[in-house]
């Protein structure tokens, strides 16, 4: 039993799921599912599709090159068992698998690293130039706080007209 | 030798099919065109052709028939016996005569039926004289109908007979039912025969071959027989009978010592002294069957005796044969075929007497003498006295030795698995022979996959070290990054802000929104200028809440846009009738105050009723109020002949109605039934009908037939 990586968006395909395309080639792809699948058959280029890790390699997103890749290499030639192999083999599985969690982790971080200044100083000039769609320019320069003004009562017009109908 | 084969028998067709066949043939090949304007000679030989033409197939099918069925005499009286037992001979050759009766007579008829019309006068006579030859052959068909049938069946269970050869060498077992003939036959042949408890599994002949110094003998398994009056027997038994009258074959009188057969010693031995008469000339042998069960020296005295009995029987049979007369070891013999135990060595036996049997008769008739010059062994005459035996080396006796010995000590798997409990109950450990550095890992069941990943990828024996180094590595570069963790905040956003911040960017979307609206519904909408706004959005309610809403005070806008409005300004002048005769404008910005007020409020009381209709506002694009109920009455009257007539338009599917009359009396806007508007109508009517009609069989379509048709009818 062997976990595949589904050719298109990289994701691992469980046994009992999804299909494999032989080509007349020989060349076999594996898909994890019909959503792939279905691109594949549209011959979309899966690094110019955003969900798929391939992008998201290749554009910087995710973590390319790191020694906890070195670990996963797939072996063609069996080796013997041996139980102690076996014990360490497994525990190291699960301190690699941190370790690179840990890594990129830190990688997104650092990735997104000057986005809240950036952020703030963007939204400080929005604030500083449009203004004016709450507050009119005269109204700010006599009150340069930024309470919004509220919607006032209509003027003298609705009184006159009750004075005309009192009239007549 | 001839081998028997029925299987090579033509499908006799029932009658039904058998008329059909052959008429349907008779159409197909024979020309069926004719008229009775042809030359009387013409005719006649059409309807000959015809005629003789049946007559022809239906000899040549039966005679294939009669020739195919095997003639119960022509063949080995074994066969003949046999298909005499299965299918009364009598009834068979019953129904081949019919088939040759009816032969016979279909040609008759032809050739009377061919005189008959050799004088046909005409068309019509000759026909029916060809119907009536024709009807005739098949009456005799139907007649023969059931003979048809019975022959298909026997042909079909002629083909399933077993293919004996009766002159090769065969072995032939007898016995009562259950005694373990047919798993004799299964132990020493590849015949795969039912082997049941009940009695009469075996209902027919089964043939099976096996070898013997290099010649192949056929053995073959018969139906239990009872002990009965010869008259009482049923076919089953009489198959066995007629085989062991006919075969010239060694016989194996089987004998159940057990009696789990059901029957005892005494009533097998019974049997066998009925039926010996036809194992004269046999080689027979007496085979104990069962003796797993009850091995032969237990049973008791009396059955003991009529054992003797038999044997001696057998022994008479050896003695005629001019075998030696004191060998009495091949006529009775034991055996199990449960536990395989002596089925070999009855084989064996019965090959070997049936072949001496048959060696001798061949020397002492003629025929060998023309061979036998022709043989001649060989055989160097000794020089002198000395022995000399064959040279064996001695490394190959010994390793012959020791082959032997470890034959007999080594336990293969097949024969641990069948102490554990056979091949259901025991499976073998494919673990067992593992090569490993410590003994106790053979039964380890090492997982595959862990948490999405392929274990015997990650696996690697030096895997302890690198891990370290990774480990290490991390640590020092988790000592790094605390020393630059945290970020420059900068300034926030108070929460006064961030309010205004989300006002600005809702009020935002909201614009663009509705620029998105006004853009996708710009080419379809004709803008109208703001001045002559119908819905009435323009006012200076909203302006002044859009002002206040920014903040500032709208009064002294409003007020302004109120002085400038034109209401207070008033119209433009218009001649229309149509309006409030009275209320024709002039505009006088000196007329005071309070009439101002009046008109303007009742002119604007007047703007919020709803208009009549001729009434043109500024934005709709008319130039005056005739201009527009002029462009209405043109509307209407475009669509007044379509209403009337309660059609959907030109383009749908117009079926037009058959008459006008069909019409609601209120539709119909045409004059009388003389006037030239309805004689054109109806042949629209017609014409469309056609077109109706010229739809679904030409490539007219529909449309382009019409449309002048319409075209013409408006103008009426």
Redesign the interface.
């Known amino acids: ?3 595949e990586k589904c050719w298109f968006c990289s994701s ?1 395909i469980y046994p009992g799921h999804g299909i494999q395309f032989v080509r007349n080639d020989a060349k076999i792809f594996r898909f994890c599912r019909s959503k792939c699948h279905k691109n594949f058959k549209m011959k979309r280029n899966p690094r110019k599709v955003k969900w798929t890790k391939a992008y998201r390699r290749l554009h910087g997103k995710d973590m390319t090159q790191d ?2 890749f070195e ?5 063609n030639r ?6 102690n ?2 014990e ?3 525990k ?6 941190k ?1 690179r969690v ?1 890594r990129e982790a ?1 990688h997104h971080a650092l990735r997104m ?1 000057g986005k ?2 950036k952020e ?2 963007e ?2 000039k ?2 500083e130039q ?2 004016h ?4 320019p ?2 700010l320069q006599e009150d340069p ?5 509220k ?2 009562v ?4 609705q009184q006159s007209e009750e004075n ?1 109908a009192m009239e ?1 | 030798m001839v081998q028997y084969n029925f299987k090579k028998i033509t499908v006799v067709p029932p009658g039904k099919d058998f008329i059909d066949i052959i008429l349907s043939r008779t159409q197909r090949q024979t020309p069926t065109v004719v008229h009775k304007g042809y030359a009387i000679s013409r005719l006649r030989q059409f309807y000959m052709r015809k005629v003789k033409y049946t007559q022809q197939n239906f000899h040549e099918k039966l005679s294939t028939i009669i020739e195919e069925f095997p003639r119960l005499d022509d063949i080995h009286p074994f066969y003949g016996d046999l298909l005499h037992v299965l299918y009364n001979k009598d009834h068979y050759k019953l129904a081949l005569g019919q088939v040759n009766t009816a032969r016979n007579l279909i040609s008759k008829i032809a050739k009377d039926y061919v005189k008959l019309l050799k004088y046909g006068d005409s068309l019509y006579r000759c026909k029916s004289l060809k119907v009536a030859a024709l009807g005739r052959m098949c009456t005799v068909i139907k007649r023969i109908g059931p003979s048809l049938a019975y022959l298909e069946q026997i042909r079909q269970h002629m083909a399933r007979l077993p293919s004996i050869d009766p002159n090769t060498r065969t072995v032939l077992i007898c016995g009562y039912p259950n005694v373990g003939k047919s798993s004799f036959i299964n132990k020493i042949t590849r015949a795969d025969v039912d082997v049941q408890p009940y009695a009469f599994t075996t209902k027919s002949l089964f043939v099976g071959h096996t070898d013997y110094k290099y010649l192949r003998y056929q053995v073959i398994d018969t139906p239990g027989i009872l002990d009965r009056p010869f008259e009482d027997r049923n076919i089953i038994e009489m198959c066995s009978i007629t085989a062991l009258a006919h075969l010239r074959a060694a016989v194996l009188f089987f004998l159940d010592v057990s009696g789990s057969c059901g029957y005892s010693i005494a009533q097998q031995a019974a049997l066998f002294h009925s039926i010996k008469s036809l194992f004269m000339n046999k080689p027979l042998i007496i085979v104990c069957n069962k003796t797993d069960l009850q091995p032969l020296e237990g049973i008791s005295e009396e059955d003991m005796k009529l054992v003797m009995e038999m044997k001696a029987e057998a022994m008479k049979t050896v003695l005629g044969q001019g075998g030696e007369p004191t060998n009495d070891e091949g006529v009775l013999l034991t055996m199990s075929t449960l536990t395989e135990d002596g089925v070999i060595a009855v084989k064996n036996a019965a090959c070997e007497r049936l072949l001496n049997q048959r060696v001798e008769i061949k020397m002492k008739s003629k025929k060998i003498n023309d061979c036998l010059n022709r043989f001649h062994v060989a055989l160097p005459k000794p020089r002198d006295q000395k022995e000399r035996p064959p040279c064996i080396p001695q490394a190959v006796m010994e390793a012959r030795a020791k082959e032997a010995a470890e034959k007999e000590k080594r336990k293969t798997e097949k024969d641990i698995e069948n102490e554990n409990g056979g091949a259901g109950v025991y499976s073998a450990s494919l673990k067992k022979h593992y090569i490993l550095s410590n003994e106790e890992w053979k039964e380890d069941i090492m997982p595959e996959i862990l948490d999405g990943h392929n274990v015997a990828d990650f696996i690697d024996p030096d895997i302890l070290l690198r891990l370290e180094e990774l480990e290490r590595e991390e640590g020092l570069r988790q000592a790094v990054e605390e020393d630059d963790d945290f970020e420059m905040d900068g300034k926030e956003l108070t929460s006064e802000e961030q309010e205004a911040l989300a006002e600005i960017r809702k009020k935002k979307s909201l614009l663009i929104q509705q620029h998105r609206i006004k853009k996708s519904t710009a080419e379809s909408r004709p803008i109208v200028p703001r001045k002559f706004d119908k819905n009435k959005e323009f006012t200076t309610k909203r302006m002044g809440r859009q002002l206040s809403v920014l903040g500032l005070d709208p009064s002294l806008a409003i007020n302004r846009a109120r002085s400038r409005s034109l209401s207070r300004k008033g119209r433009k002048r218009e001649r229309s009738p149509a309006y409030d005769g009275g209320d024709a404008m002039d505009v006088d910005v000196d007329t005071p105050k309070k009439k101002l007020r009046a008109r303007s409020r009742s002119l604007s009381l007047s703007r919020s009723r709803s208009r009549p209709p001729s009434e043109v506002t500024p934005g709709e694009g008319f130039k005056d109020s005739a201009q527009k109920v002029k462009a209405i009455k043109l509307g209407k009257k475009s669509v007044k002949m379509r209403n009337k007539d309660a059609r959907n338009g030109r383009g749908s599917n117009n079926d037009v109605l058959q008459s006008s009359r069909q019409l609601p009396k209120f539709a119909r806007s045409y004059g009388g039934s003389s006037s030239i508007r309805f004689f054109i109508r109806r042949f629209m009517v017609a014409a469309s009908k056609e077109a109706g009609n010229a739809f679904w069989s030409d490539k007219f379509t529909f449309t382009s037939f019409s449309l002048p048709g319409y075209m013409l009818f408006w103008q009426f």
Do not use: C, G, W
């Open positions: 039993m062997r976990l691992t020694s906890t670990f996963e290499r797939k072996r069996p080796e013997r068992y041996d139980r192999l076996a360490n083999t497994l190291a599985i699960k301190k690699i698998d370790v840990d830190r690293k809240k200044a703030q100083k939204a400080q929005e604030l449009h203004i769609l709450l507050k009119a005269a109204v706080s930024l309470t919004l003004p919607i006032k209509k003027v003298s017009q005309q007549e």
